[in-house]
């Protein structure tokens, strides 16, 4: 079982920009799929975006596309998650997640997940 870790979350303002980083443990992450999610109090937990094992084909939900990219360094064993234009909508707990299947939206097809980075967007 592979073991993540986020950081990178924080308090800013909106229109502000933050970058999440995902830190995997192992040598198996260059293999999978990965995605961001995130969870707002009261909320479920909804898809934000996913990348292929190679980072050669992304997918986001309809809030984060042209605001936030996804992005890997399978050197390091990092994805990332760069969100610009943040909106207090944005406020939540972030999660990465390792992917079952390629650039699957739905949480039950993601294996392993990190313990979650706070987002707080002020207005």
């Known amino acids: 079982q592979v073991q993540l870790v986020e950081s990178g979350g924080g308090l800013v303002q909106a229109g502000g920009s933050l970058r999440l980083a995902c830190a995997a443990s192992?040598?198996?992450?260059?293999?999978?799929?990965m995605g961001w999610f995130r969870q707002a109090p009261g909320k479920e937990r909804e898809f934000v975006a996913s990348?292929?094992?190679?980072?050669?084909?992304?997918s986001y939900s309809d809030s984060a596309k042209g605001r936030f990219t996804i992005s890997r360094d399978n050197a390091k064993n990092t994805l990332y998650l760069q969100m610009n234009g943040l909106k207090p909508e944005d406020t939540a707990v972030y999660y990465c997640?390792?992917?079952?299947?390629?650039?699957?939206?739905?949480?039950?097809?993601?294996?392993?997940w990190g313990q979650g980075t706070q987002v707080t967007v002020s207005s």
């Open positions: 990348i292929s094992w190679n980072g050669g084909t992304t």
């Open positions: 192992g040598r198996t992450f260059n293999l999978y799929a």
């Open positions: 997640a390792r992917g079952k299947k390629p650039l699957t939206i739905t949480p039950s097809e993601y294996d392993s």
